[in-house]
């Protein structure tokens, strides 16, 4: 199992990671991506999961990196 960090307050909206891991993110308020099933932890969404190749894809096509694992 690993950790995913979502910065909320880094996200552009682009999408790009609703596209490569659509399980795991989808487009939420103010036009950013939500990560599904996740808890807030400092203004981030953060949430224990196993780490698949499609997260590490969502992770390498957000253009602004906000996205952690
Ligand atoms: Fe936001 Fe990056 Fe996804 S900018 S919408 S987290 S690809």
Same mark, same amino acid.
């Given at each position: 199992?690993?950790? =995913? *960090?979502?910065? =909320?307050?880094?996200?552009? @909206?682009? @999408?790009? +990671? *609703? !596209?490569?891991? $659509? &399980?795991?993110?989808?487009?939420? #308020? @103010? @036009? /950013?991506?939500?990560?599904?099933? %996740?808890?807030?932890? &400092?203004?981030? #969404? !953060?949430? #224990?999961?196993?780490? *698949?190749? #499609?997260?590490?894809?969502?992770? &390498? %096509? +957000? $253009? !602004?990196?906000? =996205? /952690?694992?």
């Amino acid at each position: 199992m690993g950790k =995913i *960090t979502h910065q =909320i307050e880094k996200c552009i @909206g682009c @999408g790009n +990671c *609703t !596209v490569a891991a $659509p &399980d795991h993110f989808e487009m939420g #308020e @103010g @036009g /950013k991506a939500h990560l599904k099933g %996740s808890e807030e932890e &400092d203004k981030n #969404e !953060v949430k #224990e999961t196993e780490i *698949t190749e #499609e997260l590490k894809q969502a992770a &390498d %096509s +957000c $253009p !602004v990196q906000c =996205i /952690k694992l």
